[in-house]
């Protein structure tokens, strides 16, 4: 096996890196997974995570873990309604779609990241995980890396995988190819014990999603299984929106203020979300990589998930394509039809591009959908067409 007596450090501990961890460790690969947060307990943001049959799913089967997810998912909560700014449906899939469909290829089933989180530390080796990380920079030393971290530690490894994230700060030492700003930013806010702080919203959930379309302006909402809901404000606006534009996040009453004039047109239901949000929002400008991005494979240092390819969250592709990634890269570093471990990660890195290349279209076309004149009609078409 190319990677035996490798040590391998794992930089990011979100769904892709953990994922890879515990399928290399089925190898018996020797991992360490550097994470920043301060402990296993920090608090996981972001609205559920929707698995795909072929992707996010195929890894999670491959790492035995299977019957955990199937106790942990979200039961129901990829139903779907999709509304228009004055709160009307025009679909819905509440009554049709079965509770559970494992194997078919358009069953997606829904978990909340903390939950997957769980599932996936607690199937690594005690200790695998060293928490408190923070990656500041790295230097060549031997065959390979030593790593310096926020903490004022240091820890060598042979290999260095960057799991971490949209803004990766290893990216850099393999490309200086820099994703580019899709006119999309989303603001997004956290209800707290929705049944009873926003109780019309959370009767038209009912466990599921809200997708609302309107002056090409999008409310994207999910119910996570606490009962909280992540929701987000999706417009288009220039790059620098979030810093420009004035606004205090920590500020309720600035944002309702804010969402009352840039949202006008839309019906006063949806004010429930921002009277009764967590602050602080989170601005969250949207990039994706360029189509044709390229590097020189390096022998002990490659790429997974957003540090690789960020895109657009409008596939609900992101967390899929990272566990896809570490499925894949697992497969590569420990087979015996190559020769080199440059070899290996060069047959990887250029089927995860290709690949990512693909969905990444797939994800801007659909921001583009999304935020057009006519993006209720677009979305009906979409749904009554063979995605689902």
Same mark, same amino acid.
């Given at each position: 096996m190319l990677i035996k007596d490798q040590s391998i450090a794992i930089v990011g501990g979100g769904p892709g890196g953990l994922t890879l961890a515990r399928l290399l460790q089925l190898k018996g690969a020797t991992v360490t997974v550097f994470e920043r947060d301060v402990d296993k307990n920090a608090r996981v943001q972001g609205a559920p995570l929707d698995l795909h049959d072929n992707s996010g799913l195929a890894a999670i089967r491959k790492a035995d873990l299977l019957e955990e997810f199937k106790q942990n998912y979200l039961v129901g909560a990829d139903r779907e309604l999709i509304m228009n700014e004055n709160a009307e449906i025009f679909f819905s899939d509440h009554e049709g779609k079965p509770e559970e469909n494992f194997g078919h290829q358009h069953f997606r089933p829904e978990i909340d990241r903390g939950t997957l989180r769980k599932i996936l530390l607690e199937s690594l080796q005690p200790e695998t995980v060293v928490w408190d990380s923070y990656f500041i920079s790295m230097e060549k030393q031997d065959k390979g890396w030593l790593l310096h971290f926020k903490n004022n530690t240091t820890a060598y490894a042979d290999i260095v995988i960057a799991c971490d994230g949209a803004n990766s700060k290893i990216r850099p030492y393999l490309t200086d190819t820099k994703p580019?700003?899709?006119?999309?930013?989303?603001?997004?806010?956290?209800?707290?014990?929705?049944?009873?702080?926003?109780?019309?919203?959370?009767?038209?959930?009912?466990?599921?999603?809200?997708?609302?379309? @309107?002056?090409?302006?999008?409310?994207?909402?999910?119910?996570? *299984?606490? @009962?909280?809901?992540?929701? =987000?404000?999706?417009?288009?606006?220039?790059?620098?929106?979030?810093?420009?534009?004035?606004?205090? =996040?920590?500020?309720?009453?600035?944002?309702?203020?804010?969402?009352?004039?840039?949202?006008? &047109?839309? !019906?006063?239901?949806?004010?429930?979300?921002? &009277?009764?949000?967590?602050?602080?929002?989170?601005?969250? /400008?949207? =990039?994706?990589?360029?189509?044709?991005?390229?590097?020189?494979?390096? /022998?002990?240092?490659?790429?997974? *998930?957003?540090?690789?390819?960020?895109?657009?969250?409008?596939? @609900?592709?992101?967390?899929?394509?990272?566990?896809?990634?570490?499925?894949?890269?697992?497969?590569?570093?420990?087979?015996?039809? =190559?020769?080199?471990?440059?070899?290996?990660?060069?047959?990887?890195?250029?089927?995860?591009?290709?690949?990512?290349?693909?969905?990444?279209?797939?994800?801007?076309?659909? *921001?583009?959908?999304?935020?057009?004149?006519?993006?209720?009609? !677009?979305?009906?078409?979409?749904?009554?067409?063979?995605?689902e």
């Open positions: 580019f700003y899709t006119g999309i930013t989303m603001l997004e806010g956290n209800i707290l014990q929705a049944k009873e702080s926003a109780p019309k919203i959370n009767a038209l959930l009912k466990g599921g999603k809200i997708m609302a379309f @309107g002056n090409k302006k999008n409310l994207l909402m999910g119910q996570k *299984g606490n @009962g909280d809901i992540g929701f =987000y404000a999706s417009f288009k606006t220039e790059e620098n929106w979030a810093a420009n534009c004035g606004l205090d =996040y920590t500020d309720k009453a600035q944002i309702l203020e804010w969402y009352k004039n840039y949202y006008p &047109e839309w !019906n006063s239901i949806w004010l429930e979300l921002f &009277e009764n949000v967590e602050t602080p929002f989170i601005p969250r /400008p949207i =990039y994706c990589i360029p189509f044709d991005q390229s590097w020189k494979t390096q /022998p002990n240092l490659t790429l997974i *998930g957003d540090a690789a390819h960020v895109m657009p969250p409008f596939a @609900g592709e992101g967390v899929n394509m990272a566990m896809l990634d570490a499925l894949e890269l697992s497969e590569y570093l420990t087979s015996d039809q =190559y020769r080199t471990l440059e070899e290996a990660i060069s047959v990887y890195e250029t089927q995860m591009r290709k690949r990512a290349a693909i969905i990444a279209k797939e994800s801007l076309d659909n *921001g583009e959908l999304m935020h057009a004149e006519n993006a209720l009609e !677009n979305m009906l078409n979409f749904f009554s067409g063979p995605h």
